[in-house]
Every structure is written in structure tokens, then in C-alpha cells.
């Protein structure tokens, strides 16, 4: 069998790299192992070429010199041509920022899934002011089958179009995520992730961390790269705060690198507006790294046993939860 993925990000993208790339290669080489035929299509960046990895034929779409935003508008914009000309058995469609949807079942009679990792208009809606809410419910109505990952994005998907069919297929992770024996504490409070504020709610976290600095004792890194805008953001924000001497910005991290940056942190925080199904939550879970939350629809799926969720976007409740757990040892 054909399969195409198509997906703006990918694993090796310099821009995002996230975690919804890892998740649509790890299927992918497991479908190639299965003896299929696979491709993904992912945008352009500087020094990007059509490549095998694991036996998947990654292909590029678009421009290397575009800017990241403008080149995921050109990415879905060139999307229906490719879907009208490729040969393929089964399309499945990553939805991709700042609408989600291509459109592409018009432009095929052929099989096309969609595939939420997140449904960004609202994320884009909430970053930029503008209304990406509209089309990409309005996109939404032609799919007859989607991929989601738990279930507040299923009831909130057959709200939106009840006569789309729906499957939840929550994320995993690698075994060598389990199998990690863990090391000695380095003693500090990891955040991993896109340098993103309005979707990650980093001025959140730096505000609540800022807050209790001096009672909690160690310091804040945070790993993860963006667009230079966030990341000159980042930057001013930690200085405007006075955190200098207790932020550290670690950069991207992947592979043994990543897993060791987690396993070594006393615990994991994630301050986001809008989430689905965060890998890298699975991942601290997986090598025994408890986590600080909002408690907002897209971590529903999180027990309690394994994470304090705190009222969503409260900077005091979220600054305490720091404090509970840094003086919390079990």
C-alpha cells in the first residue's frame, strides 16, 4: 500500500522539530517495516532536501528562504496539487497551523484522514487576533474520517462537524523511554518544548516561577527552540523579571540528550493555553518525572497520580504547585 503523510513540521526541522513530527514518523517507519510504501511531505527550511530516513522518503514542499509562518501558508497552499498528482492508496492529513484543514478531499476522489495532533485555529485566533476558527470549521466539514488523539478533541470534533467520523489513537512512546535507568538528580525544574508563549504559556511560568524563586531553591531550564521573535521575547521577558541568574536556556535537545535532560530534573512543568496530547508529557511519565499543569481540557487524559494540575492560568496556584512540589520528595 501507498501512504502519504503530509506535515508541515518534521523531526529535523531547525524552526519546531515537535512533537507531532516525532509522532508521524514513528507510525511511518512502522508502516514502511510492514513492508509499505511511505512518504512524507513536510515544508522547506534552510538547508532541507528530499532524503530516506528509516526508510521513509521524506519529500520537501515550498521554499527554503521563506519565513516559517509564510512558508506553512505556502506549504498548505501547494498541498492540493500534490494530492491531485500523486499516486497514493491513503492519504492522511496531519492539520497543519493556522487553518488545520488543506481542503484536500476536493481535490481527490481517493481516501484522505485527517490527523489532529492540535486543532490550531483557535491557538492561531489567540496568537495573531484573527478569526482561523472560521475557515477551519468550516475546512473540517469535508472530512469523513479523523485521527484524534483523546477524547476532549473528539467531543469537541463532533460538536464542530457530527457527521465526521472519529477514532482516538493516543500518542506512545519509544521503549528506550522505559527502558532508561534513572540518574541522580541534577536539581533543577525542566521545561521542554516550542519557545511559544500565546499556545505554551511561558510568560505564565515565568511569572509564577519569578514569584517563588527564593522558596523553591533551584534553578528553571528551559530546552526547546521557536521563531526569533519568541526567542528574543523569552529572553526579555527572564531579564525583565530579574531571573538571570536562575533561567537557563539549554536549546534544542533530542534523542539520549533529551531523555538525560529529563531524567535528571527534580520534576517537569508545562504552562500551556492550548494543548492535545503532549508527547513530551509521556515522555517525563516514562522515564518517572512527575509534572506541574494547567488543568485545561488537553490534559484530561493525565491522571492525578503522576501530575499536580492547577487551575487553568492562575500565576499564584501555579507559583504554590512549584513550591509543593519542589519540597515534595515522594
Known amino acids: 500500500m501507498q501512504v502519504i503523510f503530509s506535515n508541515y513540521d518534521d523531526i529535523n526541522n531547525p524552526y519546531y ?12 517507519r512502522r508502516l514502511v517495516a510492514r513492508q509499505h510504501q511511505v512518504t512524507v511531505l513536510t515544508g522547506c527550511y534552510p538547508g532541507s532536501k528530499n532524503e530516506l530516513i528509516d526508510g521513509v522518503q521524506y519529500k520537501r514542499v515550498g521554499f527554503h528562504l521563506l519565513d516559517a509562518r509564510i512558508g506553512q501558508l505556502a506549504f498548505q497552499f501547494a498541498l ?41 485555529g483557535k491557538a492561531m485566533k489567540l496568537k495573531y487576533g484573527l478569526p482561523f476558527d472560521i475557515p477551519e470549521r468550516l475546512g473540517m466539514r469535508l472530512y469523513r474520517h479523523v485521527i484524534v488523539l483523546q477524547k476532549a478533541l473528539q467531543e469537541e470534533l463532533g460538536r464542530m462537524v457530527p457527521q465526521t467520523r472519529t477514532y482516538i489513537i493516543p500518542n506512545g512512546v519509544a521503549e528506550e523511554v522505559l527502558e532508561q535507568k534513572p540518574l541522580p538528580k541534577a536539581g533543577y525544574i525542566a521545561f521542554l518544548g516550542r519557545i511559544d508563549f500565546e ?132
Open 17 to 28: 522539530g515537535g512533537g507531532g513530527a516525532l509522532a508521524v514518523h514513528e507510525v511511518a
Open 199 to 330: 499556545q505554551k504559556g511561558l510568560d505564565l511560568l515565568l511569572q509564577a516561577y519569578a514569584k517563588v524563586k527564593n522558596q523553591i531553591g533551584v534553578p528553571l531550564k528551559i530546552a526547546g527552540i521557536g521563531l526569533e521573535g519568541d526567542m528574543q521575547r523569552l529572553r526579555k521577558e527572564i531579564v525583565s523579571l530579574g531571573l538571570s541568574a536562575q533561567v537557563e536556556l539549554v536549546g534544542k535537545l533530542s534523542g539520549q540528550a533529551k531523555l538525560d535532560f529529563l531524567n535528571r530534573a527534580d520534576f517537569f512543568v508545562m504552562s500551556s493555553r492550548i494543548e492535545n496530547f503532549a508527547l513530551v508529557l509521556l515522555e517525563a511519565f516514562g522515564v518517572g518525572l512527575p509534572a506541574v499543569v494547567f488543568n485545561i481540557a488537553g490534559v484530561g487524559w493525565v491522571p492525578d497520580t503522576v501530575a499536580v494540575k492547577v487551575e487553568a492560568f492562575n500565576v499564584s496556584a501555579y507559583a504554590q504547585a512549584l513550591v509543593d512540589m519542589a519540597h515534595n520528595a515522594e
Open 80 to 120: 492540493p496539487w500534490h494530492v491531485a498528482r500523486l499516486e497514493f492508496d491513503v492519504w492522511v492529513e496531519s492539520f497543519t497551523p493556522p487553518f488545520s484543514t488543506a481542503l484536500l478531499p476536493l481535490f481527490t476522489k481517493k481516501p484522505v484522514v485527517g490527523l489532529t495532533h492540535l486543532l490550531g
